[in-house]
Nanobody
Framework: QVQLVESGGGLVETGGSLRLSCAAA????????IGWFRQAPGKERDFVAC????????RYADSVKGRFTISRDNAKNTVYLEMNSLKPEDTAVYYC?????????????????WGQGTQVTVSS
């Protein structure tokens, strides 16, 4: 079983950048597809981006395409989410999640293991 820990969240102004990290322990990260999701107060948990085991496949939500980049370093057992041109509507708790399945899926129900989340706040 893998344990996931997110870090890198914080408060940033509109147009700013942050890089989130998702570090894994207890299992080899390369065994999993990894997704990033976010949840704003009073809203459902939404898909942001995901990356396949080798890093060769990625998917993004339309709302973040061109602004966010997901990547992974399996040697460091870490997945990253580089977020640029941040907007107030990006404010949310960001979660990383791991999936053992074969398909790179955007549905949160597909993911088996979750981190505790990291808060991202974008001020206007």
């Amino acid at each position: 079983q893998v344990q996931l820990v997110e870090s890198g969240g914080g408060l940033v102004e509109t147009g700013g950048s942050l890089r989130l990290s998702c570090a894994a322990a207890g299992s080899t990260l390369s065994n999993y597809n990894i997704g990033w999701f976010r949840q704003a107060p009073g809203k459902e948990r939404d898909f942001v981006a995901c990356i396949g085991r080798s890093g060769g496949s990625t998917r993004y939500a339309d709302s973040v395409k061109g602004r966010f980049t997901i990547s992974r370093d399996n040697a460091k057992n870490t997945v990253y989410l580089e977020m640029n041109s941040l907007k107030p509507e990006d404010t949310a708790v960001y979660y990383c999640a791991a999936d053992l399945g074969r398909i790179l899926d955007i549905g949160p129900y597909r993911y088996d293991y979750w981190g505790q989340g990291t808060q991202v706040t974008v001020s206007s």
